[in-house]
């Protein structure tokens, strides 16, 4: 759809670890929407976020928060019980996809091939290892990699997990462990119904956590990824259908562990972020530009799907 001159809140900031992140998908967002003439409200979201969106009285609002509570599903009950148009997935949709377990109850199920493991509470992990080493442990609603640790049987965590070491045990009483899956870093994005390319991500150390994704020159990003077409297909299958299962909405993108020694029965979605980054080094961006779309095309192609799916296009 063509959109008409628009006043857009652009929703951004708030206090999550990814805050930083967030203001500048936020930053990128507004200067895309001015420079193809509408009007822009910039909310760096606080405690009075209401009445800042009810002064202000958008067209729409452009949701740019990553992370809790912009991202879990609190915001968009808010907006909703506002009679708000927003982008990005709903109330529902955004509970779960941002629950690592929730969205296995809901994916597999349905096929989607994701890794096994299991809830721990970190009490446990300073008296025996809750799989066999090597695993990862993660929070179970923290995105961008925030929190993430790999234990193998080199590494300098102890045996067992030493309430000393840094890591995620100190900060969260539960935690996500899942088996170690070797191989590549592979993401897919999804606008609408279509999926778009396949990234592989290559940390030039370490693995593919939180400095790694923002730090320029961290990452090298080949996109499209030099796999094999059948993985291709099946990542872009994959993040399809695990948009439509969640009923995401406007953009999402599906990060994927991929053993290149075992083909596509290799291939584990590990999760759906619904609200994907728009910063200069984001994934979205990145693969829609390389398949013809510019940066504010695609911020306009979001908002559209958001009007259209509220019944006010």
């Not at 929407?33 to 606080?46: A, F, N, W, Y």
């Not at 619904?274 to 829609?288: D, H, N, Y």
């Not at 779309?293 to 006010?312: N, Q, R, T």
Request: hydrophobic residues 40%; glycine residues 10%.
């Amino acid at each position: 759809m063509t959109l008409p001159k628009l006043h857009v809140a652009v929703l951004m900031g708030g206090w999550s670890s990814e805050r930083p992140v967030s203001l500048m998908s936020g930053e990128g967002v507004a200067k895309a929407l001015e420079s193809k003439g509408h009007r822009v409200t910039r909310i760096d979201m606080d405690r009075d976020v209401a009445l800042r969106l009810s002064e202000a009285k958008p067209d729409v609002v452009f949701n740019a928060l990553h992370g809790t509570p912009g991202e879990d599903g609190s915001i968009q009950g808010l907006m909703d019980i506002m009679g708000l148009t927003y982008t990005h997935s709903g109330l529902a949709t955004s509970v779960i996809a941002i629950d690592k377990e929730l969205t296995k109850q809901a994916l597999v199920p349905h096929g989607i091939p994701m890794p096994g493991g299991r809830m721990v509470c970190t009490e446990e992990l300073y008296k025996a290892d809750p799989l066999p080493r090597p695993y990862v442990l993660k929070p179970v609603n923290e995105g961008s990699s925030v929190g993430v640790a790999i234990v193998t049987a080199e590494g300098n965590y102890g045996n067992p997990i030493s309430a000393d070491a840094k890591g995620p045990w100190q900060e969260f009483d539960r935690l996500l462990a899942e088996p170690f899956i070797r191989g590549r870093e592979l993401t897919t994005a999804v606008i609408g119904n279509r999926a778009l390319l396949v990234t592989e991500l290559r940390p030039k150390s370490g693995f593919y956590d939180f400095d790694a994704k923002y730090t320029e020159g961290m990452t090298d990003h080949i996109c499209p990824a030099e796999i094999p077409d059948d993985v291709t297909e099946a990542c872009r299958d994959i993040a399809l259908r695990a948009h439509k299962l969640l009923g995401c909405k406007g953009t999402s993108r599906s990060d994927f562990r991929w053993d290149d020694e075992r083909g596509v029965a290799g291939l584990f979605l590990l999760e759906v972020n619904t609200q994907p980054g728009m910063t200069p080094l984001s994934l979205v961006p990145e693969q829609a530009r390389a398949m013809g779309m510019d940066y504010p095309d695609l911020v306009e192609a979001i908002i559209a799907e958001a009007i259209a799916d509220s019944g006010k296009g």
